[in-house]
C-alpha cells in the first residue's frame, strides 16, 4: 500500500508563509512526479505545482514567484514553500504522485493524499 501524508497547512495572516510537507511511504521504487493541487469551495481541483524527479518544474500562473515546490528523492517527500500569501490561496491542498514504479512495474494510477487545509485571514 502507498500512502501520501501531508503536514503544514494551518491558518496565516495576509502576507504570510507556511511550508507544506508530503511523505509518501509504502514499497516505492521511484516516483516520476510529485506535486501539489488545491480545492477551494465551490471549485474545481487546480493544479498548483508539480516536479519531476529530474527536477523539472511546472507552476500555475497565479502562485508563480510566491510558491515554491521542491522534493527529496531519496525520502520520497515532496515540499511546497508558499510565500506572500493571500486570501485567495485559502484552500485544501492536496498531495498528488504519480509514475510510481513499485516491485518492477509501473504504476498508470496516481496517488492522492487526505488533503491539508490552507487558510488566509484578511
Known amino acids: 500500500q502507498v500512502q501520501l501524508v501531508e503536514s503544514g497547512g494551518g491558518l496565516v495572516q495576509a502576507g504570510g508563509s507556511l511550508r507544506l510537507s508530503c511523505a509518501a511511504s509504502?514499497?516505492?521504487?521511484?516516483?516520476?512526479?510529485m506535486g501539489w493541487y488545491r480545492q477551494a469551495p465551490g471549485k474545481q481541483r487546480e493544479l498548483v505545482a508539480t516536479?519531476?524527479?529530474?527536477?523539472?518544474?511546472n507552476y500555475a500562473d497565479s502562485i508563480k514567484g510566491r510558491f515554491t515546490i521542491s522534493r527529496d528523492n531519496a525520502k520520497n517527500t515532496v515540499y511546497l514553500q508558499m510565500n506572500s500569501l493571500k486570501p485567495e490561496d485559502t484552500a485544501v491542498y492536496y498531495c498528488?504522485?504519480?509514475?510510481?514504479?513499485?516491485?518492477?512495474?509501473?504504476?498508470?494510477?496516481?496517488?492522492w493524499g487526505q488533503g491539508t487545509q490552507v487558510t488566509v485571514s484578511s
Open positions: 498528488n504522485a504519480q509514475g510510481l514504479i513499485r516491485w518492477g512495474v509501473y504504476e498508470r494510477n496516481p496517488y
Open positions: 509504502g514499497t516505492i521504487f521511484s516516483i516520476n512526479a
Open positions: 516536479i519531476t524527479s529530474g527536477g523539472s518544474t
